[in-house]
Each structure stands twice: as C-alpha cells, then as structure tokens.
C-alpha cells in the first residue's frame, strides 16, 4: 500500500452544526489527511466556503456549474479523487436523498458517482431523527453498507432534548479515516472467488445443479475489491451482475471452473471457494439430446469432479502455488454444521472454513442473510451471529486482514 495520505471528501449540509465542520476539517488535517469540502447551498448559509477552503488547503466545490462556464466535471473528479465520503454534518434531507439516490445537487451527484466507503454524521432535531421516515432511511443506507456515526443525545440549537446532537468530531474523524484505509487495505492483493452452482451436462438440454443464488461469493468479492484487492470471480451460472470493479470470469461445469480457478490463482494472495461446486458429473453427455422410452426409467451414471479446494491444497504444499497462498472453504450444511465443519477444514487441509446449515431459516441458499461459524487452523469454532451476506463478507475480510498480520 502506498503512504500517500487517506483523502476525504467532507460533504456540508444545512444544519446548525455545520458551524463544527471547520473544527472537523482541522481535526482531520491534524491526522494528516488530506480533505477537500464539498458545501450544499444549504451549508453555506451556516458556514463560509472561505473558512473551510482555509482550513482544508484546497478550493472548497458547491456547485456542478461554474461560472464563466467550464468543462471540468467535478463529480466525477471529485468521486475519483475521493478514499472516503463524509457527511458531517448529515441533515434528514440528505439521508433522504442519499437513500432514494437523487442527484440534484452537487454533493448527491458526487455520492452517487462515488464507489468508496460513505460515512455520515448526521444532526437534527431528535423528533426529526427518530421519525419513522428517517429510520427507513438510515436504515436503507446501512443495508447498502453506509457507516452511520449516530447522534448523541443532549439539547439541540431549538432547545429540544434527545439524540440529535452532532456525534464528537474526533469519533467522526476515528470512523472516517478507517472507512478511508480499509477501502486500501488489500491494495496490491489478487485474490480469486468462486461463486454460485456449477452445472454437470447430462445431454446438450439437460444438466445436473444446485440451489446456490452465488449471492455469498458476489457478496465476498464486492467486499474484497471495496478493501483495494484485484478480485477474479469465477462464477457458475447465476442471475447477479458482476460487482463494479471485479474481473468476472463464467464458467458452467466443475472442471471448467477447476480450469479457471487453478490458472488465476497463480499469482494470488487468497482463493476464497464460496462456489458450490458439483461433485459429480454424468459419466458421457452425449452430444445429441438423449430421447428414451417414457414409460420407463433411467439409471444416470455418475463419476466423481475434482475437488478444486483440496487440489489447491496440495498444489500449495508441493510448490506449485505459493506457500502463503490463503486458502479459505466453505461448508453448506443440513444439520451439525459445526461438527461437520471442523471435520471438513481438517479433511481438506484449507486454511479457514465457513461452515453454514442451508437447512435453518435466514441461513444458506437464495436469502439476504447468513449465519456461519469461522473455523481456523486451531478447531476451535468461532460462531458468528446471523447478518446480512455483505456483513459476511466484510467480516470474512476482516479475517483475512488479520491472518496477513499475523
Ligand atoms: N469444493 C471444491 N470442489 C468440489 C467440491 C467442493 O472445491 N468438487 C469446495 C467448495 O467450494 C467449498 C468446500 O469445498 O469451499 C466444501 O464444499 P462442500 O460441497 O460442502 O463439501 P464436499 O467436499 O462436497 O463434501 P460433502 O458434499 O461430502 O459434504
């Protein structure tokens, strides 16, 4: 990873404590980050563009247009330019907006151009704050991975009391500069992701499958490039676009996603196999449509697919893979997920397992969320709460961060 220092983008909006943005840009410059701010028309009339263009060294943007007119388009720079997106303060108009992802303005183009990390800092009336709306929105943006610093409680400019309050500037500085070095914290990292079902032909028509949506293993390798990582995703026949960023490479049968997976890894930090990976295969798929009796039925013949995890093992430990080479399973489950588990890594030789039981509500196949138990090198598992597959992910990486720093 490079030292240049971590960027942020300050968004200001309208409300009376835009007034301590000033107080936050210096604090984040004492942290040695590099800011520049971007003022709604709204927060200019709490605070100067001056002010904040003094404090953060840069000129300060507020408007898509310019006048005279020019063809830079600040969004987008801006967006690029950008590690981390902070709001601080966040009114309820820009929740709002932010959720619904409107673009009127300069700051909700920018955050609407953006692909990094957002935090936001909101501040408002505490009947604003806790209003039905705003939680749908809060809780909108969380779902979509936003960082949300809360307000703290105590009495606001109008007098009320209640959560509202701006959260302390140096915990929304804390959140920002963490967002801004994760979202570069595996920069220089190739890591390859299997995901979703692979299919075994059993004629050109027909195929054997599995119930995997892929949405854990899409889920994994939007998380990984979010963190700076070149993420390869060979996936199995799915219904899910490719994260924005990641190489995405389509496979359909087991031995080509064995194919796939042994070429990218080669020069790879991690393999993560999220894929549920057929373990058979029909023993001939003719090339012609297979037409039988239909009053009768019919024996399949099936032969055993490489286990790709298991070769990876063994490619590593006989040095035609790196020796650093993180290898990390997964186990879907239907009972005893844990027991099960522990027994796989152990049989497998991979370095970290997630195992799951598909068969328990909120867990496995085609739903948002997850619940899974980390087992490492030691055996000893590590159950995780259920969440969302995205908190998985981010999780998963958190651990792998965590194995490099070992
Ligand atoms: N896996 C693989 N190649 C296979 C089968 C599985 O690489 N042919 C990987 C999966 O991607 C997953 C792990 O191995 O990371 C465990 O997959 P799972 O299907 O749970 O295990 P199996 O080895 O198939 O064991 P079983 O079905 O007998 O429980």
Not at 221 to 234: N, T
Request: glycine share 8%; aromatic share 4%.
């Amino acid at each position: 990873m490079s030292r240049r220092p971590p960027r942020i983008l300050l968004g200001v909006s309208g409300g009376i404590a835009a007034y301590k943005a000033a107080e936050l840009v210096r604090a984040l410059v004492r942290e040695e980050a590099e800011v520049k701010v971007v003022l709604t028309a709204r927060g200019a009339e709490f605070v100067t563009p001056l002010t904040l263009a003094t404090l953060s060294g840069h000129p300060v943007a507020t408007s898509e247009f310019h006048d005279p007119p020019s063809p830079a388009i600040d969004h987008i720079d801006l967006a690029r330019w950008a590690d981390v997106l902070l709001v601080a303060p966040a009114t309820a108009n820009v929740l709002a907006r932010f959720a619904r992802g409107l673009a009127d303005d300069l700051l909700s183009t920018v955050h609407l151009a953006f692909r990094g990390p957002v935090v936001l800092a909101p501040a408002m009336n505490p009947g604003m704050w806790e209003r039905e709306q705003t939680r749908a929105n809060v809780a909108d943006l969380e779902a979509r991975g936003v960082v949300i610093v809360p307000p703290e409680e105590g009495f606001v400019a109008c007098g009320d009391e209640g959560a509202g309050r701006l959260a302390d500037l140096q915990r929304i500085a804390a959140e920002a500069l963490i967002a801004a070095r994760r979202s570069r914290s595996m920069e220089g990292r190739k890591i390859v992701v299997s995901a979703g079902p692979t299919r075994e032909a059993i004629d050109p028509v027909r195929y054997l499958s599995n119930r995997s949506s892929g949405k854990m293993g899409y889920a994994i390798a939007a998380a990984l490039e979010a963190r700076g990582a070149e993420v390869v995703l060979v996936s199995g026949p799915v219904r899910l676009s490719p994260p924005w960023g990641v190489e995405r490479v389509m496979v359909e049968s087991a031995l080509e996603m064995r194919e796939a997976v042994l070429e990218a890894a080669g020069e790879a930090a991690a393999v993560v196999m999220a894929a549920a990976v057929a373990d058979h295969r029909p023993s001939a798929a003719p090339e012609k449509k297979i037409s039988l009796p239909k009053d009768r039925g019919y024996a399949l013949q099936l032969e055993p697919n490489p286990d790709i995890l298991a070769e990876l093992v063994q490619a590593r430990a006989a040095g035609r893979l790196p020796a650093k080479l993180l290898l990390v399973g997964f186990a879907a489950e239907t009972g005893q997920a844990t027991a099960k588990g522990v027994a796989k890594r152990r049989r497998k030789g991979c370095d970290l397992l997630l195992a799951n039981d598909v068969a328990r509500a909120g867990s496995g196949f085609d739903v948002e969320t997850n619940e899974v138990t980390l087992i490492g090198p030691d055996g000893q598992p590590e159950p995780w709460p259920q969440m969302s597959k995205r908190q998985v992910a981010e999780r998963l990486a958190d651990t792998m961060e965590k194995w490099w720093r070992r």
